[in-house]
């Protein structure tokens, strides 16, 4: 739910706020986007396999009048009306890229949304399609594999560069460590049916990389500490209005002697308000305790808490959101491979579908072979098993996965280590 093009399902502005713009159409308790200048593909999904003739469709904000729209950088067409909410696009078989451009009136660019797809041939009895990685990527290690398939495929077997990384079933994710990482490989996905025939193959060129070592924090367990705090019955609620401004927060914040987030008495909360919140109040209360003035954020102005807020919420479609903030201002750094990743950790993710969230992690969801399949998170949930703050599941596949690909941790330090 989130962003600050306000783009998903949690979005803030207050008159004293950063420049964070409200999305409008907002839909109440789902992932949506929006804002005034932005277009976002709804169908397909990234990654998703689509016939010879398929159908694009999106969402856009009110300043979006014209789109252009391309296939492999081919212009498909140049003048479509904003206002339909859909189109219909012809690509022969192969993997296609499916770009729309936002203009406005006047023919100004505004934005661009673009999804990856799996154009199928027509004369195929069936298929087995790598969903993620998606080809020409460049995943961290350990790298999760997850395939589609046609209802015949019942096994997939993975190769890199001919060598068998293992099996999975459709709709199963395979993580796998390399022990090479920095330059291309060869993935291959053999799909065989019942009998043991070969159905299907599908290759892709991935460069995995290793993604760098993050240091441990103390801070987590701060967070871990006030997460426990949060009532998860609903009392506090989950809301967010498409127009006024409302920061998503709990409770009234204050930095400098000023108000930096305004509660407004809704008993309320969206994700990204309710993360900040979190981060904010495990900073202040510590620095409270142990003699300082909670007005001391690394030497940030109010300005630069509120640009640090900003860069929270998400500032662009896809966008990292805390980690960006963190590497920022010095109040911590990026946690590039999943087994760094560690409990009171803050995460901006999407979804194939385009909707995102944000949380803090809680744990990997694994099956019977320690394969992650899954993400247990903590946030302010408008779905799943909690409204309001509570503790919520999602996966790797399925009708609305995760993109491990644009999953983004940010983990807070404690002072004494800012940079």
């Known amino acids: 739910m989130l962003v600050s093009l306000w ?83 012809t690509a022969s078989a192969g993997r296609r890229r499916v770009e729309v451009v936002a203009y406005d009136t006047d023919w100004n660019e505004l934005s661009h949304d673009d999804v990856a797809v799996r154009v199928l041939d027509g004369s195929e009895q069936g298929f087995v399609n790598l969903v993620s990685p998606i080809d020409g990527s460049h995943p961290t290690n350990p790298v999760q594999f997850s395939v589609e398939a046609s209802d015949d495929v019942v096994d997939v077997e993975l190769l890199a560069d001919g060598w068998s990384l293992g099996h999975v079933a459709p709709g199963q994710v395979l993580t796998y460590r390399f022990s090479g990482t920095g330059y291309a490989r060869s993935i291959e996905a053999h799909g065989t049916d019942a009998d043991g025939n070969e159905v299907s193959v599908d290759t892709i060129a991935v460069t995995v990389e290793s993604g760098a070592t993050a240091p441990p924090s103390d801070f987590n367990g701060i967070v871990q500490s006030l997460v426990d705090t949060y009532p998860t019955d609903s009392s506090i609620d989950y809301y967010w209005p498409s127009t006024g401004g409302w920061p998503g927060n709990t409770r009234d914040l204050y930095y400098q002697g000023d108000l930096v987030a305004e509660d407004r008495g809704f008993s309320s909360c969206y994700c990204v308000g309710l993360t900040w919140e979190i981060y904010y109040r ?13 007005d001391d954020l690394n030497g940030l102005s109010y300005g630069d808490v509120l640009d640090m807020r900003t860069d929270w919420y998400v500032r662009e479609l896809d966008g990292p959101g805390a980690s960006i903030a963190f590497e920022n201002t010095g109040l911590g750094v990026t946690v590039e491979s999943f087994d760094d990743w560690r409990p009171g950790d803050f995460i901006q993710f999407w979804r194939r579908s385009g909707s995102g969230h944000n949380v803090i992690f809680q744990g990997w969801v694994t099956d019977d072979a320690g394969n992650r399949i899954g993400m247990d998170y903590f946030s302010c949930n408008g779905t799943g098993t909690t409204d309001g703050p509570g503790f919520n599941d999602e996966y790797f596949t399925g009708s609305n996965a995760m993109d491990p690909l644009r999953m983004y941790n940010g983990r807070g330090l404690m002072p004494g280590d800012w940079n």
């Open 7 to 89: 783009l998903a399902a949690c979005t803030p502005q207050a008159a004293d706020a950063p420049d964070v713009r409200t999305p409008p159409g907002a839909v109440e308790g789902e992932d949506n986007f929006g804002d005034a200048s932005t277009v976002r593909i709804t169908s397909p999904v990234d990654s998703e396999s689509v016939t010879s003739d398929f159908a694009v469709t999106w969402t856009r904000g009110d300043d979006v009048r014209w789109l252009q729209v391309s296939v492999d950088g081919r212009v498909e067409a140049a003048q479509v009306d904003a206002r339909n909410a859909s189109i219909n696009l």
């Open 282 to 294: 495990a900073w202040q209360e510590y620095d409270l305790s142990t003699g300082g003035t909670g």
